[in-house]
């Protein structure tokens, strides 16, 4: 049993990958957040499937979301219960569960913006006897900011460096930057550059019948399309947008890559040149800041893409980069520990998003607490 001195707050993550749950056990008693457990669970292919489904098709119907929100919070609540018998961890000591959802819907170049994520936390906070912190991001959107990204509040608390300007890129369904300047007084900054593993994910399973491409090996094999390439790069208006940004698998969707007719490509062109696109509109995002980074941190599931990374520093020649691994967390459970930070914060009426990243109007509690009805 863990030690009784310890207060543990736990943290999940469900991608825009879709692939499944990360979960971790997290201690702040120290300087820097102690990771004392962690679990990856993948979803069922059924499961999957219908979440990918209603995440990237636009009629998908408000009875199918209903239910997978319902579906989605009985796999958390059983692999939460799971993930605390296995790790023989006390219930009474666990603070709060930072549930960030699985997200449907992100949108906020409209009149009326929108963030949707899934996994119902009354079922989460029910079956688990633990209060829940969930629905993260539409606090934010009602103060005037995107609702994403978030974790840039949690990367500025474990990664700033006074000595050098750091990057902390997180390549998951969709690419976000984190831009921790070595001068204190410069706000951090962050903000989507676009597609990430998505797409290419999509074309994988297309492709290979492989939920992803393993080191980028296919990719490798082909030839970067230039001419597809330039013209995602030339028309596609949020490339050309300034940050704050964010964004959404249901924009960077199948669809959108059909309107630059990447079928006509050779199935490893087509990896090949959306590899590039996603090196490129990262780097582009780096080259947009305004301190001379020299350092980058990649974490997410496209840290282990190791063309993807070729390709990145081949855009970048002058930033030298590495895994969040050298700097303590690896790049798997980064984000699961954010949402365990911001499940802490919010528990302790504390901001958990930094207004020069969401555009939000003041920092602000964020999220919603579903309390555990055990008596502790």
């Not at 109007?361 to 309390?371: D, E, H, R, S, W």
Request: hydrophobic fraction near 35%; glycine fraction near 8%.
């Amino acid at each position: 049993m863990t030690s009784n001195a310890q207060t543990i707050y736990l943290g999940t993550m469900s991608g825009t990958s879709m692939d499944g749950l990360d979960l971790v056990a997290v201690n702040f008693n120290q300087k820097h957040p102690g990771l004392l457990h962690k679990l990856n669970t993948q979803y069922p292919p059924s499961l999957r499937k219908a979440l990918q489904s209603a995440a990237l098709r636009s009629e998908a119907t408000i009875n199918e979301m209903c239910s997978l929100d319902t579906q989605l919070g009985q796999f958390y609540a059983s692999t939460i219960n799971h993930f605390i018998a296995i790790n023989n961890i006390d219930r009474r000591q666990i603070a709060a569960i930072g549930s960030h959802g699985q997200t449907l819907r992100h949108n906020i170049q409209k009149n009326t913006p929108y963030t949707l994520q899934i996994g119902d936390p009354n079922i989460i906070a029910a079956k688990t006897g633990v209060t829940v912190v969930a629905d993260f991001r539409r606090r934010d959107l009602a103060n005037g900011g995107q609702g994403a990204p978030l974790a840039p509040a949690f990367h500025q608390q474990v990664f700033q460096s006074k000595e050098t300007s750091r990057a902390i890129v997180n390549i998951g369904g969709i690419a976000n930057i984190t831009h921790l300047p070595a001068d204190t007084s410069i706000p951090v900054s962050g903000f989507d550059t676009g597609p990430g593993n998505t797409l290419l994910d999509s074309l994988s399973f297309k492709f290979l019948n492989k939920n992803f491409d393993h080191d980028g090996d296919f990719a490798r094999s082909g030839k970067v399309q230039h001419h597809t390439l330039q013209s995602m790069l030339d028309n596609e208006p949020y490339f050309q947008l300034r940050p704050p940004k964010s964004t959404g698998t249901d924009y960077f969707s199948p669809d959108w890559l059909n309107k630059y007719e990447i079928n006509k490509l050779t199935p490893p062109d087509a990896m090949a040149t959306l590899v590039e696109l996603t090196a490129i509109s990262i780097a582009n995002g780096i080259k947009s800041l305004k301190t001379n980074i020299k350092e980058c941190f990649v974490c997410g599931g496209g840290a282990h893409n190791s063309y993807l990374l070729e390709r990145l520093s081949a855009q970048l020649q002058t930033v030298k980069i590495n895994s969040t691994l050298q700097l303590g967390i690896h790049p798997d459970w980064v984000e699961a520990m954010a949402f365990a930070w911001l499940a802490r914060q919010t528990t302790l009426l504390l901001p958990g998003n930094l207004p020069s990243v969401t555009s939000a109007k003041t920092p602000t509690i964020l999220g919603g607490v579903y309390f555990s009805q055990n008596k502790r």
